[in-house]
């Protein structure tokens, strides 16, 4: 069926630190994954995304990867600030062709401390 | 450029009654799809609708069902209210060229049955 796993389900790290969330994914045709981010009561924001032509993405201090044959997709947030603190959420896009179906995973909760 | 905008932000309704919620996409957007989330299932995807017609639909009763209009404005109703439709639903619209590009979330409606 279609399903996103993410662990982990909460994550705590010292400011300055790394983080690493990571994903999979079931259906062999998704070839979209995004990942949002959403702070309390607050919409999710779009951090970054990567498509299935791809294996790694950067932006600034995070950066995406994807291991296509192993249905694998992590996040890594590098030099933690406490402002990254938030419910981090990875999907996947089901089925090819530019249908928004996006399946979502559990989400990780990241706390940065000072 | 305005955002996703969603109407009412929060809506108390009673076992058994029926709700409609609205969604106003970015202009230019013609994807808008909605999204049931929850502390305990996370976000789940309900259905998109392109160009006035449902693309996809996801794994809820058919009390749940939606619409869009020629403006690209989307609505969502649910029938028969139970408890468990408490939840925060959010819309997501995105410029659809063929394929995925980002989903841009709403602020969502507060669901509370009562």
């Known amino acids: 069926g279609e399903n996103v796993e993410q662990h982990p389900s909460t994550l705590s790290v010292q400011e300055g630190d790394s983080a690493v969330i990571k994903c999979t994914y079931s259906?062999?045709?998704?070839?979209?994954f995004p990942w949002y981010k959403q702070e309390l009561g607050k919409r999710p924001q779009l951090i970054i995304d990567?498509?299935?032509?791809?294996g790694e993405k950067k932006d600034q201090r995070i950066a995406v990867t994807l291991n296509k044959t192993a249905k694998h997709f992590s996040l890594h947030i590098t030099e933690t600030q406490p402002e990254d603190s938030a419910v981090y959420f990875c999907?996947?896009?089901?089925?090819?062709?530019?249908?928004?179906?996006?399946?979502f995973g559990a989400g990780t909760r990241l706390a940065v401390h000072p | 450029k305005a955002g996703v905008t969603q109407t009412p932000r929060y809506l108390i309704k009673t076992r058994g009654q029926q709700v409609t919620l609205s969604c106003s996409p970015i202009?230019?957007?013609?994807?808008v799809s909605w999204y049931q989330q929850t502390p305990g299932q996370g976000l789940q995807f309900l259905f998109e609708?392109?160009?006035?017609?449902?693309?996809n639909k996801g794994n809820f009763p058919g009390r749940f069902s939606g619409r869009q209009f020629s403006n690209s404005r989307s609505e969502m109703n649910v029938s028969t209210l139970e408890l468990g439709d408490s939840a925060l639903y959010l819309c997501?619209?995105?410029?659809?060229?063929?394929?995925?590009?980002?989903?841009?979330f709403g602020q969502g409606t507060r669901l509370t049955v009562v």
């Open positions: 999907a996947a896009s089901m089925g090819s062709g530019g249908y928004n179906k996006l399946i």
């Open positions: 997501a619209s995105s410029f659809q060229t063929g394929v995925n590009t980002e989903a841009f």
């Open positions: 609708y392109f160009s006035e017609t449902q693309r």
């Open positions: 259906d062999s045709a998704s070839n979209y």
């Open positions: 990567i498509r299935s032509n791809v």
């Open positions: 202009s230019g957007h013609r994807s």
